[in-house]
């Protein structure tokens, strides 16, 4: 199984400040048909992941562009250009170019300074 | 809107069995393939497995940790998938979520559904 790595797993923030999540993983994760199948979640404290992020860089319908996804081969990163309050809990990770299984980075836990 | 709403969680001994649904609303539900994961308590996320859609006929795919004891279903008339779990372990204790699933990507998750393993 494609194994995905995050860092860091803690990322205190201070309100208005920017913040960096990276994702790594141990294949490369470009598609048979061209495409990147790397997608970013946010899960707040008791809820349900919601996916912010698809194929690296595709915002989902709704997402602030305070978030953006990038990265190519194995290594992939999501910013927040300016952290909201709003913003804390945990990101993950996940690939599905190597399905199955999906495999999911470790989580980052965002909290605000 | 799309929504999906997991049900039938709850407390059950060892070794016992217990079936979750998955209702969709707000999409076109035959058409989608749903995957299922679970998240123990303050751990991540595990992908347990998929059930596709009619078209790529409405077949599963178990993850190995699972694949002997769960097993995937669908009602597409009523909008409904299924989680069937036997002889459940403590380790089994989670919170179980349903996913859209639209090919190498998940979209829309459910709120869960927590299945407690315990004596």
């Known amino acids: 199984d494609v194994v995905m790595t995050q860092s860091p797993l803690s990322l205190p923030v201070t309100l208005g400040q920017p913040a960096s999540i990276s994702c790594r993983s141990s294949?490369?994760?470009?598609?048979?048909?061209?495409?990147?199948?790397l997608s970013w979640f946010h899960q707040r404290p008791g809820q349900s992941p919601r996916r912010l992020i698809y194929?690296?860089?595709y915002r989902d319908s709704g997402v602030p562009e305070r978030f953006s996804g990038s990265g190519s081969g194995t290594d992939f990163t999501l910013k927040i250009s300016r952290v909201e309050a709003d913003d804390v809990g945990v990101y993950y990770c996940?690939?599905?170019?190597?399905?199955?299984?999906?495999?999911f980075g470790q989580g980052t836990k965002l909290e605000i300074k | 809107e799309v929504q999906l709403v997991e049900s039938g969680g709850g407390l059950v001994q060892p070794g016992r069995s217990l079936r979750l649904s998955c209702t969709g609303s707000g999409f076109n539900f035959g058409d989608f393939g749903m995957s299922w994961f679970r998240q123990a308590p303050g751990k991540g996320l595990e992908w347990l497995g998929l059930?596709?859609?009619?078209?790529?006929?409405?077949?599963?795919d178990y993850a190995a940790s699972v694949k002997d004891r769960f097993t995937f279903s669908r009602d597409d008339s009523n909008r409904v998938a299924y989680l069937q779990m036997n002889s459940l372990k403590t380790e089994d204790t989670a919170i179980y979520y349903c996913?859209?699933?639209?090919?190498?990507?998940?979209?829309?998750w459910g709120p869960g559904t927590l299945v407690a393993v315990s004596t």
């Open positions: 996913a859209r699933d639209i090919r190498l990507q998940v979209d829309y």
């Open positions: 194929k690296v860089s």
């Open positions: 059930i596709r859609n009619n078209v790529y006929g409405g077949t599963p």
């Open positions: 996940m690939q599905g170019t190597h399905w199955p299984p999906y495999t």
């Open positions: 294949q490369g994760l470009v598609y048979s048909d061209g495409n990147i199948y």
